[in-house]
């Protein structure tokens, strides 16, 4: 293994050289020696050195310990402190930057190779721990968001299943998807590919707030129309000209002032039944692939509730014959 490159503190220049020379004669490279706080900052942002030995009293306006400071905002470098300073003061500034090592002055160069291995094995143990607490952190916090984008599904398919009016499940289905998100807008439209024409628009605002698509052929122009040829979700950045649909639509977007927009295929058994739309205003973040799952989650649950919702009502107007009438027939 190659050994530590190390940067030298030091503004006792006889003290410096020994410490250098011991160090080359244990195999430890010295990238330079330096004599004030203000050098050692630069140099250790230039050099990068694996450690750097920090005398505390130095030449200029920064002592050691508010370099090492300034260093640590800037850039993860295990100090070791050389000092002859032993009151309670010193050694409490020192400890607030978290050095690997302390070495009091006088001391035995031949201690140098064992401080400088216990301060590199220090700092790389802190350093996985630290990676390691990151790490389960950022797996609890997306198990907490899987666990209530779970709940928020759970909690979407039993409203839908209590619901069997049509357009009391649209809306329903447009509330939630705004507020689950969340989106600034959502809007729902259902369609008939075989007539060409749209069977039903909702939304979750008032229609002085918000201009709706007027004709089939104008949402067949935009980010609808495109899901609905490929049969797969859209996602458009805010600021953003999206080429998938006409200067039209896309006039028609900057009217309604819409930033990111995300629109998902309402499918049942291979079929399109229509889309699914989310819309955050200009101010308003980007959605993310996370909004592209939990939003189609709720398109499949939305086109199953539509077909009943739809059966239902045949069932109610008497256009679908049941066995035991057939029987009696």
Known sequence: MP?????????????AANIKL??????????????SGEEAITRTLELKPDLILMDIKLQGSLDGIEAAQEI?????????????????ETFERAKQTEPAGYMLKPFENRDLPS????????????????????????????????????????????SLTTITSLADLLQDAVNSISQTLPAHRAALILVDLARQNITNIVTNVESNQYKPVISFAQMMAGLSGWVIREKMPALSPKEQPDLRESPEVQQYR???QA????VVPIIFRGTILGTLTAANNLDGPNFTQRDIKIMTAMANQTAVAIEN?????????????????????
């Open 3 to 15: 050994k530590a490159r190390i940067l030298i503190v030091e503004d006792e220049f006889i003290v």
């Open 22 to 35: 011991s160090l080359e004669q244990h195999g430890y490279p010295v990238l330079a020696i330096v004599a």
């Open 72 to 88: 640590r905002q800037r850039q993860v470098t295990p100090i070791v402190f050389m000092t002859a300073y032993t009151d309670a």
């Open 115 to 158: 401080t400088i291995e216990m301060a590199l094995y220090k700092h790389n143990m802190e350093q996985k721990l630290k990676y390691s607490e990151a790490r389960y952190r950022r797996l609890f916090e997306q198990s907490a968001a899987m666990l209530a984008d779970t709940e928020a599904l759970y909690r979407f398919s039993l």
């Open 254 to 256: 900057q009217y309604n």
């Open 259 to 262: 930033g990111a927009v995300l």
């Open 309 to 329: 919702a739809r059966l239902v009502q045949q069932l109610k107007a008497g256009q679908i014959i049941q066995p035991n009438q057939e029987r009696q027939q």
